[in-house]
């Protein structure tokens, strides 16, 4: 008889019958599957109820004992010889650095001290220079007052070069200063084209000429040099300039003439005086105040004259009378008779046909 004989008892086909979705070695349906061994053993941490307390004393024990002996190795110096083994040490490490460097150049430095650019850039002698932070030493040399862009680079095989470009000062900006005690003193600050503040300084060490004043002068600044690019001579003799009312300039030239410039316009105001100065010599003249503020029209006021505004500023107030008192009180109106009285009579008299000429 064909087919297959069972060996004892069994069959011998080990394929997986159809219907059966149970992988190999897997536990069959209904037995309980074995703990792991994670389960296990947070079953034991669970055991330890004071496994927590244990490690929280051990941390603030290694804590509060590495603050105790810091403290006593402040107190006792050892830090900084600490400090000072480190640092030799990193010396001889950066002995056998590669590229150590060994010069620093620098380029367009004027008013920025040494001392000051080699403590933006924050290296040492021997310092490899590939240890060396670029952008951050670009940075620091940035915020020094004078510098208005730096570079730094890199110089093989032993140089930090340093470009520079500083700001030019071209006027001395003269401003209030409240201090502390609310004493009001006067400062002096340099101020580049673009009215940015560079540093304060005492103007009999400053060799800028040109003194400007005025709430909003420093920001203003550019404006004004544009307007005077076409006005050498007035520019080349301007001594100060004051920003009024944050809309228009007075100019202050060597010989003391000042110059009020409209709001509008300056620029053909300016242009219309420079004619007027080549024709007629105007700015040669004995003149205190060229006024150029409504068009169409040149005020122009000696030198030694007062000034008519000002001299209505300093007039005493005029003498007001009090007002008249009410037509029931008694002495306003015993007062009042005389004077109504006295055209009448004078009228009277004066009256052609009057009882004197019958």
Not at 28 to 57: E, H, M
Not at 193 to 216: F, M, N, T
Not at 297 to 316: E, N
């Amino acid at each position: 008889m064909s087919g297959v004989s069972p060996v004892h008892g069994r069959d011998i086909d080990v394929r997986p019958r159809r219907g059966s979705g149970r992988r190999p070695g897997s536990p069959r349906p209904g037995s309980a599957r074995p703990a792991t061994r994670k389960a296990a053993r947070n079953k034991r941490r669970l055991d330890v109820p004071w496994r927590g307390a244990v490690i929280l004393g051990l941390l603030v024990g290694v804590l509060g004992g590495g603050a105790i002996g810091g403290y006593a190795l402040w107190r006792s110096g050892h830090v900084e010889n600490l400090q000072n083994w480190v640092s030799s040490w990193g010396d001889r490490v950066s002995a056998f650095a590669p590229f150590p460097l060994q010069d620093i150049t620098v380029e367009g430095r004027r008013h920025v001290t040494q001392d000051a650019i080699l403590k933006s850039l924050d290296v040492r002698r021997g310092q490899s220079l590939l240890s060396v932070d670029l952008h951050a030493a670009r940075l620091r040399l940035e915020q020094i007052e004078w510098v208005e862009h730096a570079a730094v680079e890199r110089r093989w095989p032993d140089t930090i070069h340093v470009t520079l470009r500083e700001r030019s000062a071209v006027a001395l900006w003269q401003t209030e200063v409240v201090q502390a005690n609310g004493k009001r003193t006067t400062e002096y600050v340099l101020i580049d084209r673009l009215g940015r503040k560079v540093r304060s300084i005492d103007p009999a060490e400053s060799q800028i000429r040109l003194v400007v004043a005025g709430e909003g002068a420093p920001e203003h600044l550019a404006e004004l040099l544009l307007l005077l690019q076409d006005a050498k001579p007035i520019r080349d003799r301007m001594r100060a300039a004051v920003y009024v009312g944050q809309r228009r300039w007075n100019l202050t030239l060597e010989e003391g003439i000042t110059i009020k410039l409209p709001a509008d316009d300056a620029g053909a105001a300016l242009q219309r005086l420079l004619a007027l100065d080549k024709s007629d010599r105007l700015l040669a003249r004995d003149l205190s105040i060229v006024d150029l503020r409504l068009p169409g029209m040149l005020i122009l006021r000696r030198r030694g004259l007062p000034d008519p505004l000002q001299a209505v500023a300093d007039r005493p107030p005029a003498r007001v009378d009090p007002p008249p008192a009410a037509a029931g009180a008694k002495p306003a109106a015993a007062s009042a008779k005389p004077a109504t009285a006295k055209p009448n009579e004078s009228a009277r008299k004066a009256a052609p046909g009057g009882g004197g000429q019958r």
